[in-house]
């Protein structure tokens, strides 16, 4: 249907396409945008076949979205720099909107109507003129869509469980899909507290450190319902809840969380002090290097916990919010610096 749609298109908008005036320029267009397409498909930049981790991020997100491509399809002719940047404000719409399991089917008019916007922006010869359009388009019309859904995220966030991102009717243990869109929250979080603590570590820019089968999720309340900290846990009648909590999951190394899987906190804090991870090192305590230092600033909104409850869990949740605001919301916005 959407094949017909896009011909039926092309019949309309002779204007556009000028395929009656000039056919084979517009053939070679149309060559060039193929290329670029199957780029964009391989998650790569149309300007150099270069990896965009972004587009990376997205098919790991959601691995059949396609509709975001039509809109970046205009943009091809961008500055991998700038083409860059949207991508990323891309990313995070997406996210959002799709958080923890709306339907994706309105994406596409949306996307294909951005794309004329997009398109006209990129044609845009004055590099300052273009950067600036681009903003307005970003904090205007994407951004303004994205706020629309900050409350119900908000609210969203504070009560998500893994179990939110299985498909309807299958609620009962965490699917593979489920486990990977857990994984990219618990990723894009740890990322930006690794990125504010080792800004100077490149390994940490690519969220696939984060994401790598070597990275488990780890469920501090442990899964197995026969275990000892399952059974003295404080709200036995929702205990199979809090399980599965935003709040009561961190990123673990597997060689160290195979060591400690249904084990009390107590055992489990020795082994998250020992993870790389910040986000994770301080479910146990903050580390303390010197004052002012980077470090010291990537955590100092952490919370650490000396007992592990259900007011514990709740506590983290709310915090992992706050992460989440500032990484989707409130320190994103568009730069206008960017290098050439």
């Not at 517009?26 to 150099?48: H, I, Q, T, W």
Request: aromatic letters at 10%.
């Amino acid at each position: 249907m959407f094949k017909i749609k896009k011909y039926e298109w092309l019949l309309e908008n002779n204007t556009i396409c000028k395929y009656e005036e000039t056919p084979f320029e517009f053939v070679k267009d149309l060559l060039n945008a193929a290329k670029s397409y199957k780029s964009l498909v391989e998650r790569k930049n149309p300007a150099d076949n270069s990896e965009n981790p972004h587009l990376a991020n997205i098919k790991y997100l959601s691995p059949n979205l396609k509709q975001h491509l039509y809109m970046l399809l205009a943009a091809r002719d961008m500055s991998i720099n700038i083409f860059t940047q949207l991508c990323l404000h891309i990313e995070n719409f997406i996210f959002v909107y799709g958080f923890p399991n709306n339907s994706m089917s309105e994406l596409e008019r949306l996307f294909i109507n951005w794309g004329q916007e997009i398109r006209r922006i990129a044609k845009t010869e004055d590099r300052e003129q273009q950067l600036s359009d681009l903003k307005i388009f970003i904090d205007s019309t994407l951004g303004e869509r994205k706020e629309n859904l900050r409350k119900s995220f908000e609210k969203k966030f504070s009560e998500a469980s893994q179990l939110d991102f299985n498909s309807r009717g299958t609620n009962k243990k965490p699917t593979s899909n489920a486990n990977k869109k857990t994984k990219y929250i618990l990723a894009k979080i740890s990322q930006y507290i690794q990125m504010i603590g080792y800004s100077e570590n490149d390994e940490y820019q690519n969220l696939t450190t984060f994401t790598q089968s070597s990275i488990e999720i780890e469920h501090i309340l442990p899964q197995d319902l026969n275990s000892e900290p399952i059974k003295t846990f404080d709200n036995q009648d929702e205990v199979e809840t809090y399980i599965y909590k935003l709040g009561n999951l961190a990123l673990l190394e597997q060689t160290l969380n195979s060591s400690i899987q249904n084990s009390s906190f107590d055992i489990k804090k020795r082994a998250y002090k020992q993870s790389n991870f910040l986000l994770t090192q301080c479910i146990s305590d903050k580390p303390s290097i010197g004052n002012n230092t980077a470090i010291n600033r990537a955590v100092e909104d952490l919370i650490s916990f000396q007992e592990w409850n259900s007011q514990s869990i709740e506590k983290r949740q709310e915090m992992l919010k706050a992460l989440a605001l500032k990484i989707w919301y409130e320190e994103v916005s568009f730069r206008k610096d960017i290098p050439e």
